[in-house]
């Protein structure tokens, strides 16, 4: 079964021209695109898609970076799409990420990591309708 998960490609990796890398990494990986979008987040929508991270001590630095400049959203479809992508993008600080994870290649630090991916099939399905109406989403094959 094809499942979904919710992806971004972040502020840094758009800024320091590795957006094309990335998606081809995705797309060798073996992920459908069902829908992508260049996007500049305002500081209250990040605000809403990191508002679990409420009261952390680095909301405020996450949320300023988030909204920072411009970032790729997409939705990936892959069987068990939620865990592959996140064994695809590596561990949240790249000095832990294994060789050849996107934040292992691309992540400057733990705050500017890249690529952002849900870490579950519920969060997967709240963070895609945050970005995407169902019209917008292509169906799984
Ligand atoms: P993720 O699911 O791997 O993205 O990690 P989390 O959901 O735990 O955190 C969301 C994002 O907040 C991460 O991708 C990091 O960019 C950032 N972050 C998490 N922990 C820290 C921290 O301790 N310090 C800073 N500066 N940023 C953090």
Known sequence: MTNRTFAI???DAVKNNNSGKII????????????????????????????????RPFFEELTRFMSSG???VLVLGKDNAVEEWRKTIGATNP???DEGTIRK??????????????????NAAIEIGFFFSDAELIACQ
């Not at 695109?33 to 209250?44: C, V």
């Not at 400057?108 to 579950?120: K, R």
Request: hydrophobic residues 40%.
């Open 70 to 72: 411009s970032c790729w």
């Open 24 to 55: 081809d990494h995705i797309l060798n990986s073996g992920y459908e695109i069902l829908s992508a979008r260049l996007t500049r987040m305002t500081l209250a929508q990040a605000e809403g898609f990191y508002a679990v991270h409420v009261g």
């Open 95 to 97: 000095v832990d990420a």
């Open 9 to 11: 490609i972040k502020p």
């Open 105 to 122: 290649l691309y992540a400057t630090s733990l705050s500017e990591n890249a690529v952002h991916g849900s870490d579950s099939d519920k």
